[in-house]
């Protein structure tokens, strides 16, 4: 995300501030998996379901939603042209993305903040390039690997989440 440019980089910087967080939350031998923190947090009662904490789960969710959006813009970036030839630029891919998994937990000024991130998103063969790919036919399995794995991580998560009743933490 950093190679992104400063705009992206920002998020960046959430995302380890977020990491770092769920890190520091609990003793690292209570972390053994996703499963034990989230245990271990219910059981000390760090977890609320009524008001904002700095819960590693509530973290964890936030982590969660981020992993989502990135797993569905690879998805569109993995795609062809449309019926006319034509291929979304990653910044439509990023607020496509960002509609569905991020927007509907942000305030306003933070979604408005958003939408000036994905105008200075840089085009497409920039990112096909992160991917070590020239072409979209190269980028195509490339970013199916990516997806694949993204995918069994946030599976993983949101089932956990949901067998907790954590998809919807303040």
Not at 21 to 28: D, G, V
Not at 124 to 149: D, G, M, S
Request: hydrophobic share 40%; charged share 25%; net charge positive.
């Amino acid at each position: 995300m950093e190679s992104l440019g400063t705009m992206v980089s920002f998020f960046s910087q959430k995302v380890r501030e977020k990491t770092e967080l769920i890190r520091q939350s609990l003793p690292a031998q209570v972390y053994r998996s996703v499963r034990s923190m989230v245990e271990a947090e219910l059981q000390a009662g760090t977890v609320s379901f009524s008001r904002r904490t700095d819960s590693g789960c509530r973290t964890l969710l936030r982590l969660h939603r981020s992993l989502l959006w990135l797993k569905l813009m690879l998805e569109g970036l993995s795609e062809g042209p449309d019926a006319e030839g034509r291929f979304k630029t990653p910044g439509e891919l990023s607020r496509d993305a960002y509609k569905v998994a991020l927007a509907p937990h942000h305030p306003w000024m933070l979604r408005q903040a958003a939408e000036i991130v994905f105008l200075a998103l840089p085009d497409r063969e920039y990112f096909l390039q992160l991917v070590c790919v020239q072409k979209q036919e190269e980028a195509t399995p490339v970013l199916r690997i990516i997806i694949h794995a993204l995918s069994v991580v946030h599976t993983r998560t949101q089932r956990l989440l949901a067998k907790y009743n954590m998809l919807e933490l303040p």
